[in-house]
């Protein structure tokens, strides 16, 4: 079993206002993901880092920045929300094999 | 374009039946294959994965079936019960299509509702 936690799994929060999702694991593995899902579309993937201060971006362009100073942490940031930002972001690591194991998401709403 | 997709939207078995789940894919650098459910408001959890070497594998009541020459897979979950009713999503990766990072490419997903 994974052992994956974001937080806050709920945030509504106001245009400009800056946020981060919070992504951790407790597996030592060494790549994480950041998804991006909307309602009734395929999940993309917007960030991955192979490690301690490794990151890259993913298919999707996002303007969210991510940051790995720790093995275990993962979180993502978005310095100025906007409407379109409105989405479930879902966060996930990969170990041995290729299964990717995923946390509950947060769902982000922008006003 | 879309290199991973599931065409049916929705599926509604009755419980105890089959359930036959498809996906398609364009990419033949594609060679690890996965399974997804998700319910609402909740991360996708893994099911079960084929390895392109493989045509089929089996867990419990979950079966896949990979046809390679077709770029086909589906998942066979039998007997369906209510509990199985989610979203399933179809994945694929290559480390020949994206590297070391094993990213994964998600098809759009199908809803599956299992009746009582």
């Known amino acids: 079993e994974a052992d994956i936690y974001q937080t806050p799994r709920y945030l509504v929060i106001g245009t400009g206002k800056k946020i981060t999702l919070e992504c951790s694991q407790t597996?030592?593995?060494?790549?994480m993901y950041w998804y991006q899902q909307d309602p009734g579309m395929e999940l993309h993937l917007i960030h991955y880092?192979?490690?301690?201060?490794?990151?890259e971006k993913g298919d999707l362009s996002s303007e969210s920045t991510v940051s790995r100073i720790r093995t275990e942490h993962f979180p993502l940031t978005l310095e100025s929300a906007r409407p379109s930002h409105t989405s479930q972001y879902l966060c996930?690591?990969?170990?041995?094999?290729?299964?990717?194991?995923f946390g509950p998401g947060t769902r982000l709403t922008v006003l | 374009d879309q290199q991973v997709k599931q065409n049916s939207p929705s599926l509604s078995v009755q419980e105890g039946r089959i359930s036959i789940l498809n996906c398609d894919y364009t990419?033949?650098?594609?060679?690890?294959f996965l399974w997804y459910k998700k319910y609402p408001a909740e991360g996708p959890t893994f099911l079960i994965s084929?390895?392109?070497?493989?045509d089929k594998n089996e867990d419990g009541r979950f079966t896949v079936f990979l046809n390679k020459s077709a770029k086909h897979l589906s998942l066979h979950i039998v007997p369906s019960q209510p509990g199985d009713s989610a979203v399933y999503f179809c994945?694929?990766?290559?480390?020949?299509?994206?590297?070391?990072?094993?990213?994964?490419?998600f098809g759009t997903g199908t809803l599956l509702a299992v009746q009582p």
């Open positions: 597996m030592g593995h060494d790549k």
């Open positions: 996930a690591s990969k170990g041995y094999y290729n299964e990717q194991f």
């Open positions: 084929i390895s392109s070497i493989k």
């Open positions: 990419n033949s650098m594609f060679d690890y």
């Open positions: 994945a694929a990766s290559g480390f020949a299509y994206g590297g070391a990072t094993n990213k994964l490419i």
């Open positions: 880092s192979y490690g301690v201060n490794s990151t």
